[in-house]
Structure formats: structure tokens, C-alpha cells
């Protein structure tokens, strides 16, 4: 079993509409979990982090975590053709220091 | 801003030739990682240091090697390069985590190699 697991898409949306990605994890003793944007060619960045249950907003993205469920996701309001992009989702397990990846989602969003 | 320099943005190598890809960081980071990234397997972790001459194994070290005798810089070594390591390989690099690490790794901008 992978550490985190992805669908890997394409996920397609329209201009506009909000864009849900999505992430499980294995190990329950995963701290901390983190979303990052990799534009094709290029290195990924982050986006985003949560450690703690529920919602965290910051502009136009929310993570969403829940531990019992072991799941994590992206939403992502408003969605642009800028947004285009292969989202990894990555948690770091009982070793603070060392970082999981899932596959990524690639999401188009379409003008 | 943080920097973290790859050597080689691409190259190609022969089956059983030794291959180092370099990785210097410019912002005094205690940790740095050895990524490879392959379609449809994401980013599987190689090695990691957490600090000089300390090493640890990721997932998948078999047929790699890593030296890091500078804190600036992480080396990742291929002793005899086969086919199957073609592959993109992303060096990062991280402050030292507390329990609730904020994670940010930065990454390097990828060397593709390719092994004939």
C-alpha cells in the first residue's frame, strides 16, 4: 500500500467552478500534510499546509483534513486556466523530516 | 529567496558509467532530499541528510549513493547508471521540523537523465 494515494486525473472543470482534488494517507501518524502545485516542466511549490482537523482558507484555496478518515483535500474556488497544473498532495509521516508524495492530480481547467 | 542550484539540467549517459548530479543550497538549510519523479509514481524519496556527513534512506536507495561532506551541498551518485534510472531526479531542501514541520521544501529545477 502506498503512504498517499491520488487519482490521477485529468480532472476536468470549467472556468470558474470549484475545483475538488483529493488525498488519503496510510500512516495515522502523520503529522502534517501539504499541497503542492507542479506546472508541467517545471519544480513543484507550495501551496499549501495543515496540520490540525478541519478547514484552512487562504484565498481562493481551503484544505480540508480529517484524521479519523485518514483524507485530506484541495478545493479550489473560482478556478482559472492559470490553475492548470499537476497538484501532489504530500504528508510527512512519524519522521518529522521525511516527506511522502502521492501521485499528483493534473487538472485542467478549460476557458 | 531561497536557491537550490541542480548541476545539470539534462543529461545523457551509457549503461554502466558512473553519473553524479549535484545540488548546492544557498539558504543554510539543515536538510536536504533526493527526489526521482516518474509519470504515474509521483516523487519517490531516494536519500535524505540531515545534517553533514549524515545520511538517511528513503524508499527506493538501491542503486544510488549520496555524499554530503557541506552543508550547502547534496551529491547524489549513480555508481553503474542502468536504463531503468532514467528519470527526472529533484534535489529540495528544509529547515530542520519541530513536530508540526510548515514543510515547505524547495525544490531544484530537475536534471533529466537519460541512461542508453
Known amino acids: 500500500q502506498k503512504e498517499v494515494e491520488q487519482n490521477s486525473g485529468p480532472l476536468s472543470v470549467p472556468e470558474g467552478a470549484i475545483a475538488s482534488l483529493n488525498c488519503t494517507y496510510s500512516?495515522?501518524?502523520?503529522?502534517?500534510f501539504f499541497w503542492y502545485r507542479q506546472y508541467s516542466g517545471k519544480s513543484p511549490e507550495l501551496i499549501m499546509f495543515?496540520?490540525?482537523?478541519g478547514d484552512k482558507e487562504d484565498g481562493r484555496f481551503t484544505a480540508q483534513l480529517n484524521k479519523a478518515s485518514q483524507y485530506v483535500s484541495l478545493l479550489i474556488r473560482d478556478s482559472q486556466p492559470s490553475d492548470s497544473a499537476t497538484y501532489l498532495c504530500?504528508?510527512?509521516?512519524?519522521?518529522?523530516?521525511?516527506?511522502?508524495f502521492g501521485s499528483g492530480t493534473k487538472l485542467n481547467v478549460k476557458p | 529567496d531561497v536557491k537550490v542550484t541542480q548541476s545539470s539540467r539534462y543529461l545523457v549517459k551509457r549503461t554502466g558509467e558512473k553519473v553524479f548530479l549535484e545540488c548546492v543550497q544557498d539558504?543554510?538549510?539543515?536538510?536536504m532530499f533526493w527526489y526521482r519523479q516518474d509519470p504515474g509514481l509521483g516523487l519517490r524519496l531516494i536519500y535524505f541528510?540531515?545534517?553533514?556527513?549524515?545520511?538517511e534512506k528513503g524508499d527506493i536507495p538501491e542503486g544510488y549513493s549520496v555524499s554530503r561532506e557541506k552543508k550547502e551541498r547534496f551529491s547524489l551518485i549513480l555508481e553503474s547508471a542502468s536504463t531503468n534510472q532514467t528519470s527526472m531526479y529533484l534535489c529540495?531542501?528544509?529547515?530542520?521540523?519541530?513536530?508540526?514541520?510548515?514543510?515547505?521544501?524547495?525544490f531544484g529545477e530537475g536534471s533529466r537523465l537519460t541512461v542508453l
Open positions: 495543515i496540520y490540525s482537523n
Open positions: 541528510s540531515y545534517d553533514v556527513k549524515m545520511k
Open positions: 539558504m543554510d538549510h539543515e536538510n
Open positions: 500512516d495515522r501518524g502523520s503529522q502534517s
Open positions: 529540495a531542501s528544509n529547515l530542520q521540523g519541530a513536530q508540526f514541520n510548515t514543510g515547505e521544501l524547495f
Open positions: 504530500a504528508v510527512n509521516g512519524r519522521n518529522f523530516n521525511k516527506f511522502y
